[in-house]
């Protein structure tokens, strides 16, 4: 096997072959490791288990590894123990005795692994693509490729291959007796809120529970050992994660931005400046897009949509020390309490070119509601957290576990919001106190009110609510540097018409549109993308639908076809 992804692979069942180059074999399995940074693995009087990320919270003794400690852990107090753990891992355990191996993530899967399951043989690893290479059986999974153009990411797990799906938050995985998959079932995510709670309180309980998280991952052996760097936006998530650096003691050795939308930049080039924090923030048309798709298609084999290309571009050079990064996408999901967009049964990211690219698209319809529908089952409370925990649960993986593919061995990106003890706050809290960032603004207002007075990226001071009496620095009633950093008649750029005006981008999509095998093979209507592409040329606003094509014809050449990324990326880019 020719892997590029460091992690733990595993292969049971009838292609399960232990004399193959670089396997090893561990009763009835065959196992690799791919060595990494991030990748520890340790074996003690058959049993066998492998960490991919980093455990938190646990006693090390000497120079033990996170492996060496959860099996030390398992052989003290059992394997129940391993569900209790917390961090940003995922964890392979193997017992030789009882010939079963156990699958088992964080709280919400935050490192990306894949299970095939199919005729009696059993693949997981973080490399979705693996099973084509080896000539497995794979086939197109049409609700999933409808769910792509519709909400930019599957429910479920699932992915465009029917017979591979992703490891899910709150789910473990048991594998034994001729490859067969237990899934165990997720674990019920009940709302319990303390309606005494007040919104003061609420602020301050976000404040330490967000602390805690950073803390456990500063005190981590390996983030002890490298430097720091954020991704910072003019958002609310981003911004919070500094202030709590900053109050922990360890503010960032360097800030990474990448200049998609000039009003998201400002206010990031302001705190640095203030605050004389080393700031690297190269425009989007600046970055070498062609080793940006490459490594898009090399990491994540298609596996992340398109619009999250720009990502690539915040990661170290190869040139630089590994570093720890972190991220703050499912912190904002969690302590926002906002529904991103609409629910997720109503959304939607390309309804023109559902019609157009779906003829049967009413079918897809209804069974997609139906999925909806069993998401949100699986959760009771108030109407608000049942749909945030159904994104949390389907979108964040799509984001929050992406950036472990995206970068590699050069950084590791955490988000602290998938700590299990902000998860159990998520259940405490009371929706009214934190709907629309509520609890978030009294934070920094009773924490942080340095950085809360700059601007988010409408130009508004982040501790300001809109009131009549607001004046957003849009207005052009601003002081001079606001007026000059937010012109009064300034027009936005079109969203993604960077997909027009890039030559590159430009010369990509163009070719998909042409020589397209989702479109050969009549999984797409050809007529149709054809037509969104020209009117997107001409002016109208197809970004979504055109992302999602070219997404999901990369993924259907690597995932299910086999197709080597790099050929992909050539075939793309030339």
């Known amino acids: 096997m020719n892997n590029k992804l460091s992690g733990l692979?595993?292969?049971?069942?009838?292609?399960?072959?232990?004399?193959?180059?670089?396997?090893?074999?561990?009763?009835?399995?065959?196992?690799?490791?791919?060595?990494?940074?991030?990748?520890?693995?340790?074996?003690f009087q058959g049993k066998w288990l492998g960490v991919d990320g980093i455990i938190t919270g646990i006693d090390r003794n000497n120079q033990e590894t996170d492996a060496d400690a959860a099996l030390r852990l398992v052989l003290k107090k059992g394997i129940n123990a391993l569900y209790e753990l917390s961090g940003y891992f995922t964890l392979l355990f193997i017992e030789k005795k009882t010939g079963r191996a156990l699958l088992?993530?964080?709280?919400?899967?935050?490192?990306?692994?894949?299970?095939?399951?199919?005729?009696?043989?059993?693949?997981?690893?973080?490399?979705?693509?693996?099973?084509?290479?080896i000539g497995l059986p794979l086939t197109m999974n049409r609700q999933v490729l409808y769910q792509m153009f519709r909400i930019n990411h599957p429910?479920?797990?699932?992915?465009?291959?029917?017979?591979?799906?992703?490891?899910?938050?709150?789910?473990?995985?048991?594998?034994?007796?001729?490859?067969?998959?237990?899934?165990?079932?997720?674990?019920?995510?009940?709302?319990?809120?303390?309606?005494?709670?007040?919104?003061?309180?609420a602020a301050d309980d976000m404040h330490e529970t967000a602390s805690k998280a950073v803390a456990a991952i500063l005190e981590h052996p390996i983030?002890?050992?490298?430097?720091?760097?954020?991704?910072?936006?003019?958002?609310?998530?981003?911004?919070?994660?500094?202030?709590?650096?900053?109050?922990?003691g360890r503010p960032p050795d360097r800030i990474r931005h990448v200049r998609v939308?000039?009003?998201?930049?400002?206010?990031?080039?302001?705190?640095?400046?203030?605050?004389?924090?080393?700031?690297?923030?190269?425009?989007?048309?600046?970055?070498?897009?062609?080793?940006?798709?490459?490594?898009?298609?090399?990491?994540?084999?298609?596996?992340?949509?398109?619009h999250q290309l720009y990502l690539f571009g915040v990661a170290p050079s190869p040139e630089s020390r590994p570093v720890l990064g972190l991220t703050a996408y499912l912190s904002g999901l969690l302590f926002s309490y906002q529904p991103l967009g609409t629910s997720i049964h109503r959304r939607h990211y390309t309804r023109t070119g559902l019609a157009l690219l779906f003829p049967d698209r009413e079918r897809h319809a209804r069974e997609f509601k139906e999925q909806v529908h069993?998401?949100?089952?699986?959760?009771?409370?108030?109407?608000?957290?049942?749909?945030?925990?159904?994104?949390?649960?389907?979108?964040?993986?799509?984001?929050?576990?992406?950036v472990f593919a995206e970068f590699g061995?050069?950084?590791?990106?955490?988000?602290?919001?998938?700590?299990?003890?902000?998860?159990?706050?998520?259940?405490?809290?009371?929706?009214?106190?934190?709907?629309?960032?509520?609890?978030?603004?009294r934070l920094f207002e009773r924490h942080f009110p340095t950085l809360g007075a700059y601007p988010l990226n409408n130009g508004y001071p982040l501790i300001r609510s809109r009131t009549k009496k607001t004046?957003?620095?849009?207005?052009?009633?601003?002081?001079?540097?606001?007026?000059?950093?937010?012109?009064?008649?300034?027009?936005?750029?079109?969203?993604?018409?960077?997909?027009?005006?890039l030559p590159i981008l430009h010369r990509m999509i163009d070719r998909i549109v042409h020589e397209s095998a989702l479109c050969d093979q009549g999984e797409i209507n050809r007529s149709a993308v054809r037509f969104l592409w020209k009117t997107h040329q001409l002016g109208a606003f197809n970004g979504w639908a055109l992302m999602s094509f070219v997404t999901t014809e990369a993924s259907h050449r690597i995932i299910i076809h086999g197709e080597d990324a790099d050929s992909v990326a050539d075939w793309l880019t030339d």
């Open 9 to 43: 692979y595993l292969l049971a069942g009838s292609q399960a072959d232990p004399a193959s180059s670089g396997w090893e074999s561990f009763g009835r399995f065959s196992l690799r490791f791919v060595p990494g940074s991030l990748v520890s693995v340790s074996t």
């Open 374 to 402: 069993t998401e949100i089952s699986r959760f009771e409370g108030e109407e608000p957290f049942k749909k945030i925990a159904v994104d949390a649960v389907n979108r964040s993986p799509r984001y929050a576990g992406a």
């Open 223 to 248: 983030a002890r050992s490298r430097d720091l760097e954020l991704p910072l936006t003019a958002g609310y998530d981003s911004r919070h994660l500094l202030a709590e650096l900053m109050d922990a």
């Open 261 to 306: 939308d000039e009003a998201d930049y400002f206010p990031v080039e302001d705190i640095c400046r203030d605050l004389k924090y080393d700031l690297h923030a190269p425009r989007f048309e600046d970055l070498d897009q062609k080793n940006l798709i490459r490594l898009w298609l090399r990491r994540t084999s298609g596996q992340i949509h398109l």
């Open 155 to 201: 429910l479920g797990g699932r992915c465009l291959a029917q017979e591979i799906e992703r490891t899910r938050p709150f789910t473990s995985y048991e594998i034994s007796d001729g490859g067969l998959v237990k899934r165990k079932a997720p674990l019920r995510i009940e709302q319990m809120p303390d309606q005494e709670k007040t919104l003061d309180q």
């Open 104 to 133: 088992i993530s964080d709280m919400m899967a935050t490192r990306p692994y894949y299970i095939y399951n199919h005729g009696g043989t059993v693949y997981l690893g973080p490399d979705v693509s693996f099973p084509a290479r």
């Open 409 to 441: 061995e050069r950084a590791f990106y955490i988000p602290p919001a998938a700590d299990r003890a902000t998860w159990e706050w998520f259940l405490r809290v009371p929706a009214s106190l934190v709907f629309r960032q509520k609890a978030r603004r």
């Open 471 to 501: 004046v957003p620095f849009l207005s052009g009633k601003a002081p001079k540097r606001e007026q000059r950093r937010f012109p009064r008649n300034a027009v936005p750029p079109t969203p993604h018409a960077w997909l027009r005006v």
